[in-house]
């Protein structure tokens, strides 16, 4: 359960259209591992956060389970929030129908139940393949392009932008975007064009936490885990946690350029760095990423050296780059001593973000 994002938590991939027979059957195993007598005798700390688990994984099933909710989750999560609570608007049309569809059931006609009632079904299955269009096509297109893009020419920022300053004043005639890989795009095309100009001028896409840690017995990722559960249980929804052992690291790129704020949580190997999470600081290095805000989790069992020599590459290595100061640093497992301390950092980072 390494992901954080709903869709994560159950191995799926982000979409309005779901397998809801997989998202049951994959609720079903993940609530196995954190079920309450798994943990009866495991210490206090673990406990907790096998609760922490076990409500987050409740909470993200009710969501997927719902349309409704999914979708604004989705809508949400790519900048687009619905604002349901304080954007009433509705159109004409739909309006017009609902008083159409009121009149006919308080008719007394006999059939008008089942008629509003096939009509509203056929209206609905418009509504859910519109939203499959909108929501689905686009987040395909926006994950893939990102991690296509900034992989092979994120370094070239200044270059697109010079590129979009020249195009600037025929932008509204651009009829085609043509990529040399991937679809032709005809329509939307002034959202897609914000995404490369967001992407070039290293700005995030989301105001949110990515946390990449390198873990050799579990320890590390436990607390990774466990800051994640903090973010979450404070109000940080947009969350995504990923092993830098086991990703390739294209994804990795992407969700750092996705991402405001990055946690590296790194066991020290060989005083130094976990030789899969040094890759990955080098890509950033490669690929230009800037403008980001870093938070540190280090481990090591005699000798941590991991947490400073992370922090001195961010320094050095990256540009216009924030590290926050406080720190999580644990000598091999985290124990309930360490919660004051992992409770800070989760504060620092959510304070970072005002």
Partial sequence: MAQMSPFQLFGMKPAFMIDEAKLEAAYQA????VHPDRFADRPAAERRVAEQWSTRINEAFKLLKSP??????????AG????AETNTRMPADFLMTQIMWREALESGDAGAADAVRAEAGGVRADVVRGLAEAIDEKADWASEARRYYLNIV??????IQLLLKKAGGVLDQIKYICP???PVWRKDLGWFIEKYDTWSRYAPETQGVLIVYASMYGNTENAAQALATSL?????SKVAMYDVSSTHVSQLISEAFKYSHIV???VTYN???YPAMHDFLMDMKALNLQNRTFAIIENGSWAVKSGDLMQKFVNNELKNMTVLNERLSLASSMGTDKRTELEALADAILESMK
């Fill in 68 to 77: 409704v909710k999914r979708a604004a989750w989705l809508c949400e999560n």
């Fill in 80 to 83: 687009r929030p619905i604002e």
């Fill in 264 to 266: 590296l949580a790194s």
């Fill in 30 to 33: 993940a609530m196995m591992k």
């Fill in 232 to 236: 979450c249980d404070k109000g940080m």
């Fill in 154 to 159: 994120g370094k070239y920022g200044p270059h």
């Fill in 271 to 273: 005083l130094g760095i």
């Fill in 180 to 182: 040399l890989h991937g």
